[in-house]
């Protein structure tokens, strides 16, 4: 896909198919994450990549919005400093991230979605991370079960005009 059909086509899938993900897309997806932008090139971010069906189902319980990490191929957990760093700012980086391994996943025909951890330590106890990173964000990987990914002709989003305020409000 070029940059523009991937941002069109990119969509929350909580349905995949039962079909692994080649360990090189997936180094590909990381590496989206990796040289994602992060401000003063600060980097506050670490990846656990999660292929192992058990882990996946256990994932898929720590919040009851993250039921989709169940039937993944792969899950990304994004962990991140304390929401007291020095910086106060980790959560942008680690959305930048997020959002590049998105992209990248549907460059490649990947389905994903992103889910928030609420239960810090429950996700520690699972991932292992240690305790001075507070801050975890599930991103799911598979292809759809559904539908394969294809540019949204509509897309349920305020128009442009609404949400646009050129020079002022």
């Given at each position: 896909?070029?940059?523009?059909?991937?941002i069109e086509s990119r969509r929350n899938?909580?349905?995949f198919a039962d079909r692994p993900i080649p360990a090189a897309d997936l180094d590909r997806i990381l590496e989206a994450g990796r040289r994602s932008p992060s401000s003063q090139n600060w980097q506050p971010w670490d990846f656990i990549l999660v292929t192992e069906r058990g882990k996946l189902l256990e994932l898929a319980k720590i919040w009851s919005g993250?039921?989709?990490v169940a039937g993944s191929a792969a899950?990304?957990?994004?962990?991140?400093p304390a929401a007291d760093n020095e910086f106060h700012r980790a959560q942008f980086d680690l959305g930048q991230a997020t959002m590049?391994?998105?992209l990248a996943a549907a460059d490649l025909g990947i389905g994903s979605c992103h889910a928030g951890v609420p239960d810090i330590q429950l996700a520690r106890d699972l991932l292992g991370f240690p305790a001075d990173r507070d801050w975890v964000l599930l991103v799911s990987l598979g292809y759809p079960a559904d539908r394969p990914l294809a540019p949204v002709k509509n897309p349920k989003r305020r128009p442009l005009s609404e949400i646009v305020h050129?020079?002022?409000?």
């Open positions: 896909m070029q940059t523009w059909e991937a899938v909580r349905s993250s039921g989709h899950t990304i957990a994004v962990i991140g590049a391994m998105t050129r020079g002022r409000w």
